[in-house]
Nanobody, 127 residues
Framework: QVQLVESGGGLVQAGGSLRLSCAASGRLFPTYNMAWFRQAPGKERDFVAAIKWSGLTTLYADSVKGRFTISRNNAKNTAYLQMNSLKPEDTAVYSC????????????????????WGQGTQVTVSS
């Protein structure tokens, strides 16, 4: 069982940057696609970005494309979300999760396809 712990959230002004980290326990992290999701108060959980187990393929929500970058370092069992040009509407709790299957052949933005959710980290962007 892989456990995930997010960190790096905080308060930032609009236009600023943050880098989130998702640290995984165990030796299986490099075999799973993983994704970042976010949930604002009173709203549903939204897909943000996903990255293949190899790190060679990524997928982004239209709302963050060109501003956010997902990456991973399998040697460190860690994934990252670099967030630039932040907007107040990016305010949410950001969580990472793993694909339900090892060596997934494609990426998806559907939350039901992911498990092993972390506890989340709060990102607040002030205007």
């Amino acid at each position: 069982q892989v456990q995930l712990v997010e960190s790096g959230g905080g308060l930032v002004q609009a236009g600023g940057s943050l880098r989130l980290s998702c640290a995984a326990s165990g030796r299986l992290f490099p075999t799973y696609n993983m994704a970042w999701f976010r949930q604002a108060p009173g709203k549903e959980r939204d897909f943000v970005a996903a990255i293949k187990w190899s790190g060679l393929t990524t997928l982004y929500a239209d709302s963050v494309k060109g501003r956010f970058t997902i990456s991973r370092n399998n040697a460190k069992n860690t994934a990252y979300l670099q967030m630039n040009s932040l907007k107040p509407e990016d305010t949410a709790v950001y969580s990472c999760a793993l694909d339900r299957s090892q060596y997934g052949s494609s990426l998806t933005g559907f939350a039901a396809e992911y498990e092993n959710w972390g506890q989340g980290t709060q990102v607040t962007v002030s205007s």
